[in-house]
């Protein structure tokens, strides 16, 4: 689980543990079965180690467990602007580019639809990068090849992002 | 120095009332000398309609078409044709070739147009079959082509009488993959010469030979934006593709 | 059943789609089906009316005519020798001989040559010409009687005068005769004119009284004499003629004509009627197959995807063909009765009111016999130009013709070789040419057959101009006649040519709309799309206008006995005005497809 999609969720305000983790499901479908309950707690441990969220302690009945209230911090906050504006696509991570869009759509914190048109241009001059690298190969070597095999992973990307563009216009 | 292709608020509607198209509604594009530029966006969008006022195939409604340094929009069509045949070259979906020539007729036909004299149309015709690998299926007629090659007889057609610009629409759309390869091949070789192309596409690789990339919605632009410098070198590409 | 109604069905909603071209399908076939009909009823017509005159003027089985030698008149050994002839066994019964000479004659400015012949008042055992209006000659009050085309032509009537070498007389009466061809074939039987001026003439039939022919020649004329025989049996006539006619000189000579002699003559007339009338409805059926077969072709392209879509929903290739015929066969049917009633109704107009014969101008009718020659021959003409193409489209695979794919155009290597250093309008006009063989061919032989008919008209013309005669002499009804027929004809033919090229020329211009187009986003301006798309209409029409020419001329020259050649005037006027005509009908479609937005017609195709 990416730090930055628990983040992210508690960009517009503050929010319980298992609240967080009852929307990351959502999101997730049948893909979230998986989703170990447990990671939310030790991610968010880490966050607030690391300075960007901070949590407080809300008083309870002594007979149920003690419930945490997390909140971002202005490192945290900074931290969620630039994951938002981010193109990188080192591993198409599917799930994390699909909880980006869930989570800037629910939070209001930026158009699913310029995060897919930046995630495009992107993805295409990468297209372009490793079509043209691929033209440039002499008939028949063995580079080629695996650049047609890079090509073709950014144009699954590409088909797939179209798929998410009409899908977030159609005002969801 | 204007650019080689001009729209300026461009415009043109189909129908009225309730049933009014807009196919392309007030738009601006500029197009340098040397540029690939692609025209993405959905079916209907408005791309075919804007390609064929840029070349002059139809009037727009309002706003200004600029090519080679003239304006188009209120000229005759004699006029037209004749800028056409010395500064466009089209290229289009379904090729169209003329079935009884060969791909050698088919590509001297607009050097003959321009007046040259048929020797001269057809050594440059035979040239430009080599350039793009067709020498020899110069006497082929296109039935006994491929869908590439038909396509890429059509792209030579198209640059016959070295336009100043090359307006593709769809050049891959009816156009398998390994076809597809074959006609970006070209396009790229053309592109790295310096040729002014402008192409309509939905497909990604074809959009993704252009040094800039417009995207189109409901007749209007939404992006307009250079897809900037090469960045990556080969190596840095594949670890791209492979790493974690 | 249902089948049949489906096939009703589809049909019916096939002619709505295109109301214009049925109508012009309906026209054309409706055109030739007249033509057709009107030459039939000409040639039912010949027979009767002569058999009926014969008949009621108790017309001769032989006619003797008694020539006098040379530079002497007739003797009484000659008159025995043609009463011995009269009196021989095979003769039944015979006329008196009636003295016959030739005189000038004048009626109301009309100048002309009768042909005067001595009659008495009471009747003749043989020939007693039928008197339709007046009465008949009577030699106590003197005045002629005219035979009625030649009163028809001279302009006269009973109680006009005119004037016969000088001497003024009176029309007592206008009769019909069988013995004698009637004006203006009159002397196709014996005529002595040997007045200066004369031999052109065509002289008209005179019953005078027997005394008048006397003062008349008075020694300067020879007198002829005319004896009509009947015989036991009419139909060894010409035997009897052949055994006992043409003695010879010195003696002086007898001719003997058989009643089928002069059948014939009367019959010429409207014979060369109907030469005119079955040659031009020929033409115009041979036109009809053209326009059809241009219509049906133009439009199976873009009935092949139909077709298509049919077979894809399971009706049989037969079916299809069954389909497209039927449509066809409707119109078809349409069209011979339409023929039929202007045909029936036309008839009598056009032909001669054939004034030397009784009965003539009656109602012409229409046989059974020529109700089925018309539908047959429409239909057969719609069978032809219809079931190839039919079944070819019905051929067509299913998948080729739902991919809506139409004929593969033709490739000509040398044309196409031989075009490229031309201007475009030269260049792209060539190849149409070429690349649509059989509608070039088309537009040929439209032109071929229309030309053809006009230069036999022209023809035609320039020898009836030939053989009328001097300027100011009695009309010739069969000329004015065969005038109306001509121009009936010619102006028929052109009529239908025309539908026909605006027909080929709207398909060719449509199946070139792509090309076009294409050809103008490399930059071929409208002007030259417009001009190739002539181009390939003129050059075929130029072929077509000199193989009309060279058939047109070789068609007379073998029908007609002696031929005139029409003034160059004519038939260079002739050859500007049919391409002039190919221009102008081929100028608008064209033009309308060359202004036609280039994007709409990518877009289409
Ligand atoms: N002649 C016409 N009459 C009416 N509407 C038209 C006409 N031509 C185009 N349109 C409309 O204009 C709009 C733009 O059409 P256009 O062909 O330019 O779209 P496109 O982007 O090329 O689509 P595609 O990707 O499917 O080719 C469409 O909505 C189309 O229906
Ligand atoms: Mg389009």
Redesign the pocket.
């Known amino acids: 689980m990416q730090q930055e999609v628990v983040l992210a969720l508690l960009a517009k305000e503050p929010s319980h543990g298992y609240e967080l983790r009852a929307q990351i499901e959502r999101a997730l479908g049948p893909l979230g079965a998986g989703f170990n309950a447990g990671q939310m707690y030790v991610t968010l441990g880490r966050l607030e180690q690391a300075g960007l969220v901070s949590s407080t302690r809300e008083a309870v009945a002594s007979d149920r467990p003690e419930r945490r209230t997390y909140e971002l911090t202005a490192a945290g906050r900074e931290r969620v602007d630039q994951w938002l504006s981010d193109v990188t696509w080192p591993r198409p991570d599917l799930t994390n580019f699909h909880l980006k869009l869930m989570v800037a759509a629910a939070q209001r914190l930026a158009e699913p639809l310029d995060i897919v048109a930046a995630q495009r241009r992107e993805l295409v001059r990468r297209l372009r990068d490793a079509q043209r690298a691929a033209m440039a190969e002499p008939d028949g070597s063995d580079a080629a090849l695996l650049l047609e095999g890079v090509v073709l992973r950014i144009e699954a990307d590409l088909t797939w992002l179209d798929a998410c563009e009409r899908t977030w216009s159609d005002g969801r | 120095m204007s650019g080689v292709v001009r729209v300026v608020g461009l415009a043109k509607h189909?129908?009225n009332g309730n049933a009014l198209?807009r196919?392309v509604d007030d738009v601006d594009l500029e197009v340098a000398t040397g540029e690939a530029v692609v025209i993405t966006?959905p079916?209907?969008?408005?791309?075919?309609?804007?390609l064929h006022l840029m070349g002059g195939l139809d009037r727009p409604d309002a706003g200004e078409v600029w090519i080679a340094g003239r304006r188009i929009d209120h000229t005759s069509e004699r006029t037209r044709a004749r800028l056409r045949r010395d500064n466009v070259g089209f290229v289009f979906q379904e090729f169209h070739l003329m079935e009884e020539l060969t791909a050698v007729e088919n590509v001297e036909l607009p050097a003959l147009l321009a007046g040259r004299s048929s020797r001269q149309a057809r050594r440059r015709a035979t040239a430009l079959l080599e350039q793009v690998g067709l020498e020899r299926q110069a006497g082929h007629l296109p039935s006994a082509l491929s869908g590439g090659q038909k396509q890429r007889v059509a792209i030579a057609r198209a640059l016959v009488n070295e336009p100043a610009v090359l307006l593709a629409d769809?050049p891959t759309g009816s156009l398998d993959s390994a076809a597809t390869i074959e006609v970006l091949r070209l396009f790229e070789r053309l592109r790295a010469n310096g040729q002014t192309l402008v192409v309509?596409t939905?497909d990604q690789r074809t959009a993704a030979t252009a040094d800039r990339m417009v995207g189109?919605r409901d007749?209007a632009f939404v992006e307009d934006v250079a897809l900037g410098p090469e960045t990556a070198s080969a190596a840095q590409i594949l670890t791209a593709g492979s790493r974690e | 059943m249902t089948s049949i109604v489906l096939l009703y069905r589809l049909a019916r909603r096939d002619l709505r789609r295109r109301p214009a071209e049925a109508l012009l399908l309906l026209a054309a076939l409706a055109v030739a089906s007249t033509t057709l009909t009107i030459g039939l009823v000409l040639h039912g017509q010949t027979a009767v009316p002569y058999a009926e005159t014969r008949q009621r003027t108790s017309g001769p089985d032989v006619v003797a005519a008694l020539f006098p030698p040379p530079g002497r008149s007739v003797t009484g050994a000659d008159r025995d020798r043609l009463a011995a002839l009269a009196g021989r066994r095979e003769v039944a019964a015979r006329s008196p001989a009636f003295p016959t000479t030739w005189a000038s004659i004048e009626a109301a400015g009309v100048n002309g040559v009768a042909e005067v012949q001595g009659r008495d008042a009471n009747p003749s055992p043989v020939d007693r010409p039928a008197v339709v209006s007046g009465h008949w000659v009577d030699g106590d009050h003197g005045g002629v009687v005219v035979e009625r085309a030649f009163a028809r032509a001279l302009g006269v009537d009973v109680g006009d005068h005119v004037t016969l070498d000088g001497q003024r007389l009176r029309v007592v009466g206008v009769a019909v005769s069988a013995a004698l061809p009637p004006y203006p074939q009159l002397c196709t039987i014996g005529c002595i004119l040997d007045r200066p001026g004369w031999p052109s003439a065509q002289p008209g039939l005179v019953w005078a009284p027997r005394h008048e022919v006397g003062s008349l020649s008075s020694g300067r004329e020879p007198v002829v004499w005319f004896q009509y025989l009947r015989l036991h049996d009419p139909s060894t006539a010409p035997a009897f003629a052949a055994r006992y006619g043409a003695d010879g000189p010195p003696t002086g000579r007898t001719d003997l004509e058989p009643w089928q002699a002069i059948a014939a003559r009367q019959a010429e007339q409207l014979s060369s009627e109907r030469t005119v009338v079955v040659f031009g409805s020929t033409l115009l059926v041979v036109l009809a197959l053209a326009t059809l077969a241009v219509l049906v072709g133009g439009r199976m392209a873009d009935e092949v995807s139909r077709v298509g879509t049919l077979k894809a929903a399971g009706a049989t290739p037969a079916f299809v063909a069954r389909l497209l015929l039927a449509s066809y066969l409707a119109v078809g049917l349409v069209a011979a009765a339409v023929g039929l009633v202007a045909g029936r109704v036309l008839a009598p107009r056009l032909v001669a009111r054939s004034a030397g014969l009784l009965g003539a101008s009656g109602p012409t009718s229409v046989s059974v016999g020529d109700v089925l020659i018309v539908v047959g021959t429409i239909l057969a003409v719609v069978v032809v130009a219809s079931v190839i193409p039919a079944w070819r489209a019905a051929r067509t695979s299913t998948v080729h013709a739902l991919a809506g794919a139409g004929r593969t155009p033709h490739r000509s290597r040398l044309i196409v070789r031989a075009s490229a250093g031309l201007p475009p309008p030269a260049l792209f006009g060539l190849r149409f040419v070429a690349r649509r063989p059989r509608r070039t061919l088309l537009t040929a032989m439209s032109i071929a057959v229309a030309v053809c008919g006009s230069v036999v008209a022209l023809y035609a013309q320039a020898s009836l101009r030939a053989e009328r005669g001097p300027a100011g002499g009695p009309a010739d009804p069969q000329v004015a006649q065969l005038h109306t027929v001509l121009l009936a004809v010619t102006l028929l033919l052109v009529v239908m040519t025309a539908v026909n090229l605006v027909f080929v020329a709207t398909a060719s211009a449509v199946d070139a709309r792509r090309l076009l187009a294409v050809a103008r986003t490399l930059g071929a301006t409208p002007a030259e799309s417009a001009a190739s798309l002539g181009v390939a209409q003129v050059l075929p029409a130029i072929v077509g206008l000199v193989l009309g020419f060279v058939a047109g001329s070789a068609i007379f020259r073998a029908l007609a006995a002696h031929t005139v050649t029409p003034p160059l005037a004519q038939l260079a006027g002739l050859a500007l005005l049919a391409v002039c005509l190919v221009v102008a009908l081929t100028a608008v479609p064209a033009r309308i497809e060359a202004l036609r937005p280039i994007a709409?017609t990518l877009?289409e195709a």
Not at chain 2, 43 to 50: F, R
């Open positions: 189909y129908g198209v196919a966006g079916s209907g969008c408005g791309k075919s309609t804007l769809e309509v939905h189109m007749g | 709409e877009r």
